[in-house]
């Protein structure tokens, strides 16, 4: 069975691996991949847009969101697709998905004058190829950077990863630096083993595998930035200074930008579930309960 959510009555620390390669079974088909449906909706993008978030936040939260993840972090924002990915969603060649956003980014041209004045939101755009985990699906990922890579509408793409499946094939690194418009953002969870697993799930063994994409990204001049999620809830000090201290040994010349949580009602959610928060106060939490999954 696959692992739910920490907390999840039936949650056990799992192989990553193994989990990547159930999970693409039901989110990944050849050239097809899940999406969540209502993430290509114009309006939640004209919503992010108007509201408070940066420029580069309201750019990747409009392109539309991938189902399924190969780690169960409890701090996760996302949807809980990623925790049911065979109940949600539906299934998009590259090329349906990138039409799809196009027709998003050119929507903006019917946004009120003084939003219409930013030049963001005009050609050539960047792409950010985020969700759960883009890495699942390998064949439909590379397509999708060939696409942006001959289009005149894009200057770039960021893929945002946690950097699983790079540290463990190194072939597929070697792949996507094939392509002169594209980067890494990846995303360093914990500092040590044992908080790796508490964290995120996997099984502690598995700590180094985003250490070891930082250095295969390297290894082919692959464009790379590096986030750690060092929020003060769920890092301390010494174990942050343990993680910047890994980093450093393996890219001592890349920033590091810590990232704090995004209280999204999942992240409250999988919080609670394990633990750290000591209580829900947000009604809106029960559609999300896992009874509403049948569970």
Same mark, same amino acid.
């Given at each position: 069975?696959?692992?739910?959510?920490?907390?999840?009555?039936?949650?056990?620390?799992?192989?990553?691996?193994?989990?990547?390669?159930?999970?693409?079974?039901?989110?990944?088909?050849?050239?097809?991949?899940?999406?969540?449906?209502?993430?290509?909706?114009?309006?939640? /993008?004209?919503?992010?847009?108007?509201?408070?978030?940066?420029?580069?936040?309201?750019?990747?939260?409009?392109?539309?969101?991938?189902?399924?993840?190969?780690?169960?972090?409890?701090?996760?924002?996302?949807?809980?697709?990623?925790?049911?990915?065979?109940?949600?969603?539906?299934?998009?060649?590259?090329?349906?998905?990138?039409?799809?956003?196009?027709?998003?980014?050119?929507?903006?041209? /019917?946004?009120?004058?003084?939003?219409?004045?930013?030049?963001?939101?005009?050609?050539?755009?960047?792409?950010?190829?985020?969700?759960?985990?883009?890495?699942?699906?390998?064949?439909?990922?590379?397509?999708?950077?060939?696409?942006?890579?001959?289009?005149?509408?894009?200057?770039?793409?960021?893929?945002?990863?946690?950097?699983?499946?790079?540290?463990?094939?190194? /072939?597929?690194?070697?792949?996507?630096?094939?392509?002169?418009?594209?980067?890494?953002?990846?995303?360093?969870?914990?500092?040590?083993?044992?908080?790796?697993?508490?964290?995120?799930?996997?099984?502690?063994?598995?700590?180094?595998?985003?250490?070891?994409?930082?250095?295969?990204?390297?290894?082919?001049?692959?464009?790379?930035?590096?986030?750690?999620?060092?929020?003060?809830?769920?890092?301390?000090?010494?174990?942050?200074?343990?993680?910047?201290?890994?980093?450093?040994?393996?890219?001592?010349?890349?920033?590091?930008?810590?990232?704090?949580?995004?209280?999204?009602?999942?992240?409250?959610?999988?919080?609670?579930?394990?633990?750290?928060?000591?209580?829900?106060?947000?009604?809106?939490?029960?559609?999300?309960?896992?009874?509403?999954?049948?569970?």
């Amino acid at each position: 069975m696959i692992p739910r959510y920490i907390g999840h009555s039936n949650f056990k620390p799992f192989d990553p691996i193994e989990l990547s390669k159930e999970t693409e079974v039901l989110i990944s088909n050849g050239r097809r991949r899940k999406y969540l449906d209502k993430e290509f909706s114009l309006r939640r /993008s004209f919503e992010i847009i108007s509201g408070s978030k940066n420029i580069v936040a309201q750019k990747e939260d409009s392109w539309p969101r991938a189902i399924g993840c190969n780690l169960r972090c409890n701090f996760c924002y996302t949807p809980l697709s990623r925790d049911y990915p065979e109940k949600f969603g539906s299934w998009f060649t590259s090329a349906e998905v990138f039409e799809k956003d196009l027709q998003i980014l050119f929507s903006f041209s /019917s946004l009120p004058e003084n939003l219409r004045r930013k030049k963001w939101l005009f050609p050539p755009f960047m792409a950010f190829f985020c969700g759960d985990e883009m890495t699942l699906g390998r064949n439909h990922l590379l397509e999708m950077c060939y696409l942006v890579e001959d289009s005149p509408y894009f200057y770039g793409f960021v893929l945002v990863t946690n950097g699983i499946i790079f540290g463990y094939d190194k /072939s597929f690194v070697r792949d996507l630096a094939k392509f002169k418009k594209g980067s890494v953002r990846l995303s360093i969870k914990a500092g040590t083993p044992e908080s790796f697993e508490k964290r995120t799930g996997g099984l502690a063994k598995f700590f180094w595998l985003p250490f070891e994409a930082i250095k295969n990204c390297l290894d082919y001049n692959m464009p790379l930035s590096i986030a750690l999620m060092s929020d003060p809830l769920i890092m301390g000090v010494d174990e942050r200074q343990l993680a910047i201290k890994h980093i450093a040994e393996v890219a001592p010349n890349l920033l590091v930008q810590e990232e704090k949580l995004w209280f999204s009602p999942f992240t409250k959610f999988r919080l609670f579930k394990a633990g750290i928060l000591s209580k829900l106060n947000d009604s809106s939490l029960d559609e999300i309960r896992p009874s509403y999954y049948g569970e």
